[in-house]
C-alpha cells in the first residue's frame, strides 16, 4: 500500500494564479482532512470530509476550496494564491472516527510570490 | 479557548541520553491525546494515544504518560538514537467531531553523536 500521497511535492505561483493540489489515498479511509504548517505554528485544519461527496470548513478555510467526488481522493483548491498561502501542505486521512490515528501525506511546499 | 502548550521548544541531547517532553493542554470535553513524530520534510506519525482512563504507555524507547486531573501529558525517549531526531507534537482531541483536534506547535528534538 502506498498510504497517503501528495502531488506535487513542491510549486512556487505568483500571486493570482490558481492551482490544485491533489491528495490519494489507498487504505478505504472515510475521513480526509488538509492541513497547513506554518514556522512556529502547529498544523491548522483547512478542511476535511466525512465521506464521499462531503466536504466541511475547518480552522482556516478562507480562500480554498476542496472536493471528495471519489472516496479514495481529496483536493485542495487556490482559486487565485496569495503570499499568505505560502506554506507546507499536509493531507491526512483515517478510519471512521477522527478519533483514530490519521495518516499523513508526505507534503506539498507551496510557495506563493 | 483549546489550547496545547509543548515545552521546550528546542532540544539538544547526546545520543545514548533520555529526555522528556511536556505537553499542557486546556481542551475539553477531553477525547484523547496523541503524540505525532515528525522527521524533517515528512508528514508526522502517530507514536502513541492515550485516553482518559490511562496513564503510561509504551511504544519501545517511548512512553507516554498522562494526568488527565492536571491535563498534563510527557513523552519520555529512553537511550536516544540519532534517529530519533524530528518534532513531537501533541494532539489533544475533543468530544464533538473532526475540526476539535487541537495541535501543539512540537517540540523539535536534536540528538548528536
Known amino acids: 500500500n502506498a498510504g497517503v500521497t501528495q502531488t506535487p511535492k513542491f510549486r512556487v505561483l505568483k500571486t493570482g494564479q490558481s492551482m490544485t493540489l491533489l491528495c490519494a489515498q489507498d487504505?478505504?479511509?472515510?475521513?480526509m482532512y488538509w492541513y497547513r504548517q506554518d514556522p512556529g505554528m502547529g498544523l491548522r485544519l483547512i478542511h476535511y470530509s466525512v465521506g464521499e461527496g462531503t466536504t466541511a470548513k475547518g480552522e482556516v478555510p478562507d480562500g480554498y476550496n476542496v472536493s471528495r467526488l471519489k472516496k479514495q481522493n481529496f483536493l485542495l483548491g487556490l482559486e487565485s494564491a496569495a503570499p499568505s498561502q505560502t506554506s507546507v501542505y499536509f493531507c491526512a486521512s483515517s478510519l471512521g472516527s477522527p478519533y483514530n490515528e490519521q495518516f499523513f501525506g508526505p507534503g506539498t511546499r507551496l510557495t506563493v510570490l | 479557548k483549546n489550547q496545547v502548550e509543548q515545552s521546550p521548544q528546542s532540544l539538544i541531547i547526546l545520543e545514548g541520553k533520555n529526555c522528556t517532553l511536556q505537553?499542557?493542554?486546556?481542551?475539553?470535553?477531553?477525547?484523547?491525546l496523541r503524540w505525532y513524530k515528525q522527521d524533517t520534510g515528512r508528514g508526522p506519525v502517530s507514536l502513541t494515544i492515550m485516553t482518559f482512563s490511562e496513564n503510561t504507555k509504551s511504544n519501545g524507547r517511548y512512553t507516554a504518560t498522562l494526568d488527565a486531573d492536571t491535563k498534563q501529558s510527557s513523552l519520555h525517549i529512553t537511550a536516544s538514537q540519532l534517529s530519533d531526531s524530528a518534532s513531537y507534537i501533541c494532539v489533544v482531541s475533543a468530544q464533538g467531531g473532526s475540526e476539535k483536534l487541537v495541535f501543539g506547535k512540537g517540540t523539535k528534538l536534536t540528538v548528536n553523536p
Open positions: 487504505m478505504n479511509h472515510e475521513y
Open positions: 505537553c499542557n493542554y486546556t481542551v475539553s470535553p477531553f477525547s484523547n
